[in-house]
């Protein structure tokens, strides 16, 4: 990534740290000035512990050497000795209104221009056509799409890969049964838009019931099978009429989600059939894959299954017929030979682990992995229900995806009615649904990638706490301000004023901004960006409850509407990041 356009207050005390180590110890020239933010004072460096031990020579002395270095450093109002070694740093008030006006000037908000030449893939959400979305597939959506979203603002050139479940045995299953049961009705026309892939998830178990029920049945449909994949001219027709009625359900819920999720998105697993035969070849060819049993198998020669022997990847079955194994590397054999990616990332829940390390072993044998691409699987936990188990319906179903962020709105709703039992109720509407949705989608995000969660619209929905809606009410309250001001332009800082201690507090949260982007981006988890802007929200309501803006003398008055305006543009710029809308009233 290219060097910040305003450069994070972190990173200057880090240079101006590091700038005393070597007038301390020019043979030191290099090391980690060890810096981090600190509840004792604005910094903390720790470097002198370490080079210390390096040099063996008492800590405290090379801690009093380092703060005599940092003495005249303009950035920099007082460093002090703490503890057996550590340098608790103080920035200088002008230092932080300074970079409030650099940081309210600038378009990006002090994050480093974009960087170029990096494409990421990134492979998310990946519903299966002909089924209704269900609550399994939120967490893949949802954080798929954040990450799309930061490492397109850092810089990546990102393709979005929604691998949709388009192909297989369960298709020449569900077309057979609907040419043989033609008083069936399933087109948007005969059922309407939002019913259709509900009739088709319904016929497709009714397909299935009779697959199981019925040999003659059964050998039909695996005899339409063939006519599909080997291009039968009717059963193709069919297939793309099922696909594009359940395209247009999932743009439905993506639309809903305000995900960015666009057909032109869509890598189905039938764009990959072409290349499975090549795929399967190749491995053979390369050593990777032997026959065995009359099918094609990549023997793991890193993982063992329960019973000692080598974990296996079926490339071919004994048919000759493929699945998930052979699509996945023939995917990752295209991203990489094609697409020219630099890193693919796999959006997917934990219990894909497995498959996943096989997968990128295989790969990596095959030569198309290699050290010039990253690839990574991320994992996620599971949503649960009130009972603490995996989320289900009363009678032990799936919960469809639609149902879930139906009880949000409802729940945000009568919140928001409450509070603000004045709305017109097509405002009312508007809002619960940006509430509704911002708070399923945060709940989500706010919550370690790899933990499980409880489904709970309530609390989701509530005004105080960590929640979706206490961030976006925070938003709204700094705008409301921002309206009794007269919404003015870019505000002045005058870089004489002396600092309140609510008012540090709150610089020194915004400026922490374009370090949380680069920490999503090293570690792939988005609820470290959600943590900082509740943080974010939370030292605000300080701000405000001890430092009033539109009653201050000039020039503090300006100076605290150029924060609070830098404060709505960090807010609403996160929250658009994690996806969640920002309204101005709420």
Aim: proline share 5%.
């Amino acid at each position: 990534m290219s060097a910040p356009t305003v450069l994070p207050l972190l990173a200057q005390v880090a240079s101006a740290v590091a700038d005393a180590i070597v007038r301390a110890r020019p043979d030191m020239a290099g090391a980690d000035p060890v810096v981090r933010r600190s509840d004792r004072a604005d910094f903390q460096s720790n470097a002198a512990l370490p080079l210390a031990k390096r040099a063996g020579e008492p800590p405290a002395r090379l801690a009093a050497d380092l703060i005599d270095g940092l003495s005249g450093d303009e950035v920099i109002a007082e460093a002090l000795a703490a503890g057996p070694g550590f340098v608790n740093i103080t920035v200088a008030d002008a230092a932080l209104w300074a970079q409030v006006a650099a940081r309210a000037a600038d378009a990006r908000l002090g994050v480093g221009e974009p960087a170029t030449g990096s494409r990421i893939v990134i492979d998310y959400s990946a519903p299966n056509v002909a089924k209704e979305m269900h609550v399994g597939h939120l967490r893949t959506t949802i954080i798929g799409d954040a990450l799309a979203r930061v490492f397109g603002f850092l810089g990546g050139e990102v393709v979005r890969a929604n691998h949709l479940g388009d192909w297989g045995t369960q298709f020449g299953m569900l077309i057979q049964y609907i040419d043989e049961h033609p008083e069936q009705r399933w087109h948007a026309a005969e059922v309407g838009a939002d019913a259709t892939v509900s009739v088709l998830d319904g016929l497709y178990k009714a397909a299935r019931a009779e697959f199981d029920a019925d040999p003659g049945f059964a050998d039909r449909s695996r005899t339409r099978v063939v006519a599909l994949q080997s291009g039968d001219v009717a059963t193709l027709a069919r297939w793309r009429e099922i696909v594009a009625e359940s395209e247009r359900a999932f743009g439905a819920i993506y639309d809903r989600l305000g995900v960015l999720l666009t057909p032109d998105d869509y890598a189905p697993e039938s764009f990959y059939n072409p290349m499975l035969a090549d795929t399967v070849t190749e491995l053979l060819d390369k050593g990777v894959a032997t026959h065995s049993d009359g099918a094609i198998v990549v023997k793991s020669e890193r993982v063992n299954g329960p019973d000692g022997t080598p974990a296996v990847l079926m490339v071919r079955k004994g048919d000759g017929g493929y699945g998930y194994d052979t699509t996945d590397l023939a995917t990752i054999r295209y991203r990489i030979s094609t697409l020219a990616a630099d890193r693919l990332l796999y959006v997917t829940d934990s219990r894909q682990a497995l498959h996943f390390q096989l997968i990128f072993e295989a790969a990596r044998r095959a030569g198309w992995l290699t050290g010039a691409v990253t690839v990574g699987h991320v994992a996620y936990g599971t949503i649960l229900g009130p009972d603490g188990r995996p989320f289900k319906t009363r009678a032990g179903g799936t919960v469809r995806l639609t149902d879930l962020l139906d009880a949000a709105v409802a729940a945000a709703r009568s919140v928001v009615a409450e509070k603000n039992p004045g709305l017109p109720a097509a405002e009312l509407d508007t809002i619960a649904e940006q509430a509704g949705i911002g708070a399923v989608k945060y709940a989500d995000l706010s919550t370690g990638r790899v933990k499980d969660y409880t489904f709970d619209p309530a609390r989701m929905t509530a005004f105080n706490g960590n929640t979706g809606v206490y961030l976006q009410y925070a938003h709204a309250r700094i705008r409301s301000i921002l309206r009794r001001a007269g919404d003015p332009g870019p505000a002045p800082v005058d870089v004489t004023v002396p600092l309140d201690p609510a008012e540090r507090a709150l610089i020194l949260t915004l400026d922490d901004y374009a370090t949380v982007l680069e920490e999503v981006a090293r570690t792939l988890e988005p609820h470290r960006l959600a943590t900082h802007l509740y943080e974010l929200a939370t030292v605000f309501t300080e701000f405000y409850a001890t430092c009033p803006v539109l009653t201050a003398p000039e020039p503090l008055r300006d100076n605290r509407i150029a924060v609070c305006q830098l404060a709505a543009r960090t807010l609403a710029h996160g929250l658009g990041l994690l996806g969640i809308a920002a309204p101005a009233r709420l």
